[in-house]
């Protein structure tokens, strides 16, 4: 990833479906929040082994891969997905 004025052609705020990765989705969101970055709520699938269901409120309580969520925009608009996988507690 990199971050910078004059690296992309891109109009500001035209880049969606970023996802960054983290081991602890609550810590990654908490550490945001505390940045000043508005971050959505946490949610998870449910159920959580597939992509026919909807999601419930808060990480996924096994913290499986792939299954917890949340969103941020940057300022320009570009939009980011924080998900998580490998949990270790932080």
């Known amino acids: 990833m990199q971050i910078g004025v004059g690296l992309t052609d891109a109009e500001p705020g035209s880049v969606q ?3 960054l990765v983290v081991a602890d ?24 082994d597939t992509w ?21 925009t940057y300022p320009d608009g570009n939009a980011w997905t924080l998900q998580e996988r490998g949990f270790r507690p932080s």
């Open 52 to 72: 026919q269901g909807d999601f419930e409120p808060g990480a996924d309580p096994e913290h499986r891969d792939y299954a917890s969520f949340g969103e941020f």
């Open 25 to 48: 989705l609550e810590a990654a969101r908490a550490e945001l929040a505390d940045r000043g970055v508005d971050v959505g709520e946490i949610r998870h699938k449910a159920p959580p």
């Open 17 to 19: 479906g970023l996802y």
